[in-house]
């Protein structure tokens, strides 16, 4: 990345109903508008909701209600997020979910009880069906079960696969937590539509990826957690996806420029045409670049530093490195197992890494340090009280198991290290921790403290300080942008 990341500031409209194909909303609004409201309640005396209309796109959905007045809404009712990589049965359970509402009939007119359409219709067409399978010499034991359990079924068990369906999805209800889902979908929007070219370059498609995961953890925040307590995570996510905005933008700015379609306007007017269509509802237009992009070199072939602002820059230590230990592997060619690694700080803001779990880790280990630091991810752990605090910061397992696969397919630099089993028990326990050897010979336990732990340690620095001077490690290329909280 190249431009540190903006504040998004509000202005113009946000993402109108079926944006792309204006033609659908006016035919549903129609639709909506000669049927009536489907109520729920038929004996409800004109207190249904608005009318109803599902959007459905490829991350999930938009539910918009239909005013009377023909005008557009503003903002959608709710907001569903399929799971990403979804299957096929998980994408046809969305579309169970956003189904036409069925028509209900009152029981009786001073009665709020209702039934389905459907279950009328069964309920009278059961009888005629049993009494013809009995006179066909059907048992009797089989057809009555049948007859008295086909209503029961029809009315009940729509909604028993609803809760089934709903597993897969994450739907958000309500005026703030909409609104700000909204947002987010407007970005990701542009995201899919720039990753949908035929010729959509690898660095887009992963972008539209990553959107569809923060996407699905903002709404997965917002369906289990009020929006004021998880407001700070709320804000990492849409930081994280404004700046994918920005990168997917300038990657299309320098695709045309490259066909010769001339240099991209940059000073197009707010919320006008830009690159991505439409610019993202509610954000201005990404600034131009004033550096050359970064060649996708290794890191013994040159560093990939990321600008910062003045604020950012003086409160984190950037030359930092994570320490931590993995599952044994061999190198190609080699003999000597590989159990731990150390790599660059800034790693965890690759694309490829699990996000925004590694930029909030990528956060912590920033804090507060000594430049050329090695923290072992153990002693994070320690300070995240003993652990109890990383559901709150990101799933460490998922973040470092990235981390193994980038250094193994070099897409970035790291200290590979085949630690002895004390060695590698020190830097994985806590820095106060101990561990105890039984030596059988002597018949006694032999305990390794923190003095131990930081000769280790100390060895490891001195390996890595050797490297360094000769080349600082390389991170890796289209790194995303560091969250910032003020201590």
């Not at 207190?47 to 991350?59: D, F, G, M």
Request: some cysteine; charged content about 20%.
């Amino acid at each position: 990345m190249t431009d540190a990341p903006r504040t998004p500031r509000p202005h113009g409209q946000p993402l109108p109903p079926f944006a792309r194909n204006p033609r659908r909303w006016q035919k549903e609004q129609s639709r909506v508008l000669r049927i009536g409201p489907t109520c729920p309640d038929a004996a409800c005396a004109g207190l249904c909701e608005l009318a109803l209309v599902y959007e459905r796109t490829s991350w999930g959905w938009l539910t918009w209600t239909v005013p009377d007045d023909g005008t557009l809404p503003e903002h959608p009712q709710q907001i569903g997020v399929l799971t990403p990589d979804a299957t096929l049965m998980q994408r046809l359970a969305v579309r169970w979910l956003t189904r036409h509402p069925a028509t209900r009939i009152a029981l009786t007119t001073h009665n709020p009880a209702s039934l389905r359409l459907s279950t009328w219709v069964v309920g009278v067409s059961s009888p005629l069906t049993g009494l013809y399978a009995l006179n066909r010499g059907l048992p009797a034991a089989l057809v009555l079960p049948a007859m008295l359990l086909a209503p029961l079924l029809t009315e009940h068990l729509p909604h028993r696969l609803d809760d089934r369906a709903g597993q897969h999805a994450r739907s958000v209800d309500g005026d703030p937590a909409c609104r700000y889902l909204h947002r987010l979908a407007a970005l990701h929007t542009c995201l899919v539509q720039a990753a949908a070219d035929r010729d959509a370059s690898w660095e887009r498609r992963r972008s539209a990826e990553i959107g569809h995961h923060l996407l699905w953890y903002a709404a997965d925040l917002l369906q289990t957690s009020e929006t004021k307590a998880a407001s700070v995570r709320l804000i990492d996510i849409e930081r994280l996806m404004v700046q994918l905005a920005d990168q997917v933008t300038h990657s299309l700015e320098r695709a045309a420029a490259a066909a010769g379609s001339g240099p991209p306007d940059h000073h197009q007017p707010h919320g006008g045409p830009g690159p991505l269509g439409l610019l993202p509802p509610g954000f201005a237009p990404a600034a131009p670049t004033t550096q050359e992009p970064s060649p996708a070199t290794s890191p013994l072939k040159g560093p990939h530093p990321m600008p910062q602002s003045q604020t950012d820059r003086s409160a984190r230590t950037t030359d930092t490195y994570l320490l931590f230990a993995h599952e044994p592997y061999y190198p190609d060619s080699c003999t000597q197992e590989v159990n731990t690694t150390v790599v660059a700080a800034d790693t965890l803001l690759h694309p490829q890494v699990q996000q925004p779990d590694g930029a909030r880790i990528h956060n912590r280990l920033t804090r507060k340090r000594t430049p050329g630091e090695i923290i072992p991810l153990s002693t994070l752990t320690h300070e995240l009280d003993g652990g109890a605090d990383w559901p709150q910061v990101g799933d460490w397992e998922t973040v470092t198991t990235d981390l193994v696969h980038l250094v193994r397919t070099g897409e970035c630099d790291a200290l590979s290290l085949g630690l002895p089993e004390i060695g590698r028990a020190l830097l994985c326990a806590g820095p106060h921790s101990h561990v105890r050897v039984f030596n059988a010979a002597a018949g006694q336990a032999i305990a390794y403290g923190p003095q131990e732990r930081a000769a280790v340690l100390a060895e490891i620095d001195t390996l890595l300080t050797g490297l360094v001077a000769e080349q600082a490690f390389w991170p890796g290329d289209g790194l995303l942008p560091p969250i910032f909280h003020q201590p």
